[in-house]
C-alpha cells in the first residue's frame, strides 16, 4: 500500500498565476516532491525529471509500469542541449514553429537523464509546455520537470484538478488548479531518433500541421495487446484511457451509425443495463426518447477533443454500464480523439458499410 500524504489544493490564476504560489510549488519540487499542474493538453503529474528519487514517486503515485517513459517538460529550447544529445537540426526547427505548444519530441537522451525516466531507454521525451502556469513553474523551479498525464494508470486523463484529485488525492503534495484545461487531448509525439520521423501519438497539433516541416511523417498507430512484449511506447496499448464501463465504438456513414446505437442501446437497455451516450450536439435529439444518459461533445473537433475525457468520467460517475460512441472525422484533432476512443473501446469498433 501507497502511504498516505496530504495533498494542499491551490487555486491559481491561469493568466496570471501569482509568484508566492508558484514558489510554493517549485519548493516542493526541488525538495523531491509531486506537484500536479495543469499543462494546455491534460493536468501534469510533476517531479524533478533530474532526480531518481522524484521521479520514481511518480510511477508509484500513478501505478505506473516502471517499462512506460515520461515525457520531460522544459521552458527553453536550449535545455535540449542538456537532456539530448546529436539533436538535428529539424528538432531544432519544429521546436521554433511549435513550442511552447503540445508537440513532444523524441530524441537521444543525455546522460544527465535519470534511467527511471525514460525507463532504461537510450531516447527521451522532450516538451515545452504553452500554459502559463506550467511555464510559471518551470522558469521559477528552474527544472526540467518531468511529467505523466496526472491520472492512475490507464485511466481517462485529468482535464481539471477535479479529476487529479479523484485519481491521485493523498498521493501527490500539491494540485495547482487552474480550471479546465484548454485542449484536452495529449501532446502529438514525434519520434526523431529513426530513419523516418514517426508519428507515436496523434495530439495537440494536428498531423496536417506538422507536414510543411515533416513531409515523410509516417502514421502508423499501434493498437497492442496488454500482453505484447518490447512495447515501444506503453502508451501504444490498446487499453488506455479507458473509463470503467464498457465502451463500443461505430464508425460509418451518420445515419446508419446513428440507427446502429440506437438499436445497440435498445438491447442493453432491455438486458437492464446503464447506457451512456457520448453524443455530438447535434446527435443528441436521435437519443433523448430513451432512457439513457447523454454527455456532449461539442459541434466540431475541437470542442470534442476539450470535453472527451471529462465525458467519459461523467458517464462513469453517472454509474452506467455501457457507453456508445461513434467516431468523428480524422481530419484536425478528431485524429486524436478517434484514437483515444479507439483505446477506450479496447478496440471493439464496430465498421459500418452502406
Ligand atoms: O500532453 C502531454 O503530453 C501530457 C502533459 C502532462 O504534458 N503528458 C502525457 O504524458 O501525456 P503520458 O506519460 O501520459 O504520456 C506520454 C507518452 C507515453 O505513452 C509514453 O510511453 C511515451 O509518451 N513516451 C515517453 N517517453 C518516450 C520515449 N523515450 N520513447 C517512446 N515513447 C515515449
Ligand atoms: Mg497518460
Same mark, same amino acid.
Given at each position: 500500500m501507497l502511504e498516505q500524504i496530504e495533498t494542499q489544493v491551490a487555486h491559481i490564476e491561469r493568466d496570471d498565476p501569482a509568484p508566492e504560489m508558484i514558489a510554493l510549488a517549485a519548493d516542493v519540487l526541488q525538495s523531491g516532491g509531486l506537484v500536479a499542474f495543469p499543462t494546455e493538453t491534460v493536468y501534469g503529474l510533476g517531479a524533478n525529471a533530474l532526480s531518481v528519487e522524484a521521479v520514481a514517486r511518480i510511477f508509484a503515485a500513478k501505478e505506473r509500469p516502471a517499462n512506460d517513459p515520461i515525457i520531460v517538460h522544459i521552458h527553453e529550447t536550449e535545455?535540449?542541449?542538456?537532456?539530448?544529445?546529436?539533436?538535428?537540426?529539424?528538432?531544432?526547427?519544429?521546436?521554433?514553429?511549435?513550442?511552447?505548444?503540445?508537440?513532444?519530441?523524441?530524441?537521444?537522451?543525455?546522460?544527465?537523464?535519470?534511467?527511471?525516466?525514460?525507463?532504461?531507454?537510450?531516447?527521451?521525451?522532450?516538451?515545452?509546455?504553452?500554459?502559463?502556469?506550467?511555464?510559471?513553474?518551470?522558469?521559477?523551479?528552474? /527544472?526540467?520537470?518531468?511529467? !505523466?498525464?496526472?491520472?492512475?494508470?490507464?485511466?481517462?486523463? +485529468?482535464? #481539471?484538478? =477535479?479529476? *487529479?484529485?479523484?485519481?491521485?488525492?493523498?498521493?501527490?503534495?500539491?494540485?495547482?488548479?487552474?480550471?479546465?484545461?484548454?485542449?484536452?487531448?495529449?501532446?502529438?509525439?514525434?519520434?526523431?531518433?529513426?530513419?523516418?520521423?514517426?508519428?507515436?501519438?496523434?495530439?495537440?497539433?494536428?498531423?496536417?500541421? /506538422?507536414?510543411?516541416?515533416? !513531409?515523410?511523417?509516417?502514421?502508423?498507430?499501434?493498437?497492442? +495487446?496488454? #500482453?505484447? =512484449?518490447? *512495447?515501444?511506447?506503453?502508451?501504444?496499448?490498446?487499453?488506455?484511457?479507458?473509463?470503467?464501463?464498457?465502451?463500443?465504438?461505430f464508425e460509418g456513414p451518420e445515419e446508419a451509425v446513428v440507427e446502429k446505437m440506437r438499436a445497440a442501446a435498445q438491447r442493453e437497455l432491455n438486458s437492464g443495463q446503464g447506457v451512456g451516450i457520448l453524443a455530438i450536439d447535434d446527435q443528441a435529439r436521435y437519443f433523448e426518447d430513451l432512457p439513457v444518459r447523454i454527455a456532449l461533445l461539442g459541434h466540431n473537433e475541437i470542442e470534442m477533443a476539450a470535453r472527451l475525457f471529462a465525458a467519459l468520467r461523467e458517464l462513469d460517475q453517472a454509474g452506467v454500464d455501457i457507453i456508445l460512441a461513434s467516431t468523428p472525422p480524422i481530419s484536425g484533432l478528431g485524429r486524436a480523439v478517434r484514437d483515444r476512443l479507439i483505446r477506450a473501446a479496447e478496440g471493439h469498433i464496430q465498421t459500418i458499410q452502406r
Amino acid at each position: 500500500m501507497l502511504e498516505q500524504i496530504e495533498t494542499q489544493v491551490a487555486h491559481i490564476e491561469r493568466d496570471d498565476p501569482a509568484p508566492e504560489m508558484i514558489a510554493l510549488a517549485a519548493d516542493v519540487l526541488q525538495s523531491g516532491g509531486l506537484v500536479a499542474f495543469p499543462t494546455e493538453t491534460v493536468y501534469g503529474l510533476g517531479a524533478n525529471a533530474l532526480s531518481v528519487e522524484a521521479v520514481a514517486r511518480i510511477f508509484a503515485a500513478k501505478e505506473r509500469p516502471a517499462n512506460d517513459p515520461i515525457i520531460v517538460h522544459i521552458h527553453e529550447t536550449e535545455q535540449l542541449n542538456l537532456l539530448a544529445r546529436s539533436v538535428p537540426d529539424i528538432a531544432f526547427q519544429l521546436a521554433e514553429a511549435f513550442w511552447p505548444g503540445p508537440l513532444t519530441l523524441i530524441l537521444q537522451r543525455s546522460d544527465r537523464v535519470p534511467d527511471n525516466i525514460t525507463a532504461g531507454r537510450k531516447t527521451v521525451a522532450i516538451r515545452m509546455p504553452s500554459h502559463p502556469v506550467a511555464l510559471a513553474l518551470l522558469q521559477t523551479s528552474g /527544472l526540467p520537470i518531468g511529467a !505523466p498525464s496526472a491520472n492512475r494508470f490507464s485511466r481517462p486523463s +485529468p482535464t #481539471s484538478a =477535479a479529476h *487529479v484529485i479523484a485519481d491521485l488525492g493523498g498521493r501527490v503534495d500539491v494540485v495547482l488548479d487552474a480550471g479546465s484545461t484548454d485542449i484536452g487531448v495529449e501532446s502529438t509525439i514525434v519520434d526523431l531518433t529513426g530513419n523516418l520521423p514517426l508519428l507515436r501519438r496523434a495530439g495537440g497539433i494536428p498531423l496536417e500541421a /506538422l507536414v510543411s516541416l515533416l !513531409p515523410e511523417l509516417q502514421d502508423h498507430p499501434e493498437y497492442l +495487446p496488454e #500482453s505484447s =512484449a518490447n *512495447v515501444v511506447s506503453p502508451g501504444s496499448l490498446l487499453r488506455h484511457y479507458a473509463p470503467q464501463a464498457r465502451l463500443l465504438l461505430f464508425e460509418g456513414p451518420e445515419e446508419a451509425v446513428v440507427e446502429k446505437m440506437r438499436a445497440a442501446a435498445q438491447r442493453e437497455l432491455n438486458s437492464g443495463q446503464g447506457v451512456g451516450i457520448l453524443a455530438i450536439d447535434d446527435q443528441a435529439r436521435y437519443f433523448e426518447d430513451l432512457p439513457v444518459r447523454i454527455a456532449l461533445l461539442g459541434h466540431n473537433e475541437i470542442e470534442m477533443a476539450a470535453r472527451l475525457f471529462a465525458a467519459l468520467r461523467e458517464l462513469d460517475q453517472a454509474g452506467v454500464d455501457i457507453i456508445l460512441a461513434s467516431t468523428p472525422p480524422i481530419s484536425g484533432l478528431g485524429r486524436a480523439v478517434r484514437d483515444r476512443l479507439i483505446r477506450a473501446a479496447e478496440g471493439h469498433i464496430q465498421t459500418i458499410q452502406r
